[in-house]
């Protein structure tokens, strides 16, 4: 019961995270309380004593006082409205020129989480002062403070509405989009790969002397598979000691009754649920850009990039030569990696995606959409080279881009009727 609570914590908490209102339903709280603390502070002596040597800086009349105030409160809400508007625009933008997949990103973009949280906090604040304000009629000189305070705010929400000008033309530039999802992609990789290689398991170690005393575990559900979290393991599998392996890839998408895992014989109904309460899956195919999900919006780009409505080969070439990198990293895995958990009680060993799979679902849409278009076929060309190149790669690995390399030899001889290009080409492959 404890295991599950806490897995329904972790989905919550992801949630939020990636939610738009997140970040301005907390600063709107903040800025709530920070209202009531300043006109509580408005009959502190210290308050007094200010406005007492200062003057100039505070509003003393009262009509003067609700004019700033409602002048800012309709200033700000029209920027609060401009700004969810551009954000709409922005992401319908992006998602008929680009990848509908890219909108959760672009929507849990923290920045202008930031800026509509300031807006809406004080335009909040505003409103509790200026109701503060009627409520004690002619003696504005309670709300002297607070009130220069709401036009501080005021100027500074005008500074953030041009930074958010600027913040959003360039977050739908696709350029920059294209190099976050190649960042957080190479980072979850380079990440996995120290962890690989930090593995106290070997490889010989894992090999399976006698099958028929393991058996499979199938899937709950259908979804995508997203991770197999090790830590809500029951306490009591881990004293038994013994060995699961994940039998899908990050990102594979497994229909309900699916191998899912593959454990010892020895284990309880009890502990079959537990371990299936390990594994997270869901109905997004693209709701991250680690693993795969960075990969397929990449390919995607570059897909509808190459679309007759688009016909944008520079943006479907940019998204190629952040593909190359990152299919070379992701090569370098063995087709199983392992590791111990609780100092060796247990074995937990994953299944990687293998590299056969990898060009079907990558490189394969992109060669076949771009296979009429030189530029884009030497891009290519220069991404499966790039990788042959790396000693890491296993000779299997290496064996695959070669058969892909191979059959963009034929899509070339086939479909590139110009002869000095083709030519140019097959000299190249």
């Not at 922005?90 to 973009?109: D, E, G, K, T």
């Not at 190459?306 to 190359?324: C, E, F, H, Q, R």
Request: aromatic share 10%.
């Amino acid at each position: 019961m404890l295991k599950s609570i806490i897995k329904l914590l972790k989905v919550l908490y992801s949630r939020v995270l990636q939610s738009i209102a997140f970040y301005p339903v907390l600063i709107a709280f903040g800025f709530f309380l920070f209202a009531l603390l300043m006109l509580e502070f408005e009959s502190w002596n210290l308050a007094k004593t200010i406005k007492e040597r200062t003057p100039y800086f505070f509003i003393g009349d009262y009509e003067t006082a609700r004019a700033i105030l409602t002048t800012l409160i309709g200033g700000i809400l029209s920027l609060t409205v401009f700004s969810f508007t551009m954000v709409m625009v922005v992401l319908s933008q992006a998602s008929s020129n680009f990848s509908p997949r890219l909108l959760p990103s672009l929507v849990s973009n923290k920045r202008h989480q930031l800026i509509l949280g300031v807006y809406i906090g004080t335009l909040l604040y505003c409103i509790i002062v200026l109701i503060f304000l009627g409520a004690k009629g002619l003696d504005s000189d309670l709300v002297g403070f607070s009130t220069m305070l709401a036009s501080i705010f005021g100027v500074f929400c005008v500074g953030l509405f041009v930074y958010f000008i600027h913040s959003i033309s360039t977050s739908i530039q696709i350029q920059n989009i294209i190099d976050n999802i190649f960042r957080s992609s190479a980072r979850f990789l380079d990440q996995e790969y120290e962890d690989y290689k930090a593995s106290k398991v070997g490889l010989k170690a894992l090999q399976l002397d006698n099958l028929e005393d393991f058996e499979t575990i199938y899937s709950h559900k259908s979804g995508y598979f997203r991770g197999f979290d090790a830590s809500l393991i029951s306490d009591s599998y881990y004293e038994k000691g013994g060995y699961v392996e994940i039998l899908p890839y990050v990102g594979k998408y497994l229909y309900r009754g699916m191998p899912l895992l593959l454990v010892k014989k020895s284990i309880e109904a009890k502990e079959v649920e537990g371990l299936l309460l390990c594994v997270n899956l869901s109905n997004n195919r693209n709701d991250q850009d680690n693993g795969i999900g960075g990969f397929i919006k990449l390919m995607e780009i570059a897909v509808k990039a190459m679309s007759p409505g688009i016909n944008d080969p520079g943006t479907a070439i940019d998204s190629i030569n952040k593909l190359a990198p990152l299919l070379m990293k992701t090569m370098r895995f063995p087709n199983k990696t392992s590791n111990s958990l609780r100092e060796g009680k247990m074995i937990l060993v994953k299944n990687n995606l293998m590299a056969k799979e990898l060009m079907q679902m990558i490189v394969q849409p992109i060669r076949l959409y771009g296979k009429k278009d030189s530029s884009v076929v030497l891009a290519l060309l220069g991404a499966l080279k790039y990788i042959l190149q790396d000693i890491k790669i296993s000779k299997e690995n290496k064996e695959v881009v070669e058969k892909e390399l191979q059959a963009l030899r034929m899509d070339v001889e086939e479909s590139i009727t110009n002869k000095l290009d083709r030519e140019n080409i097959l000299a190249s492959i």
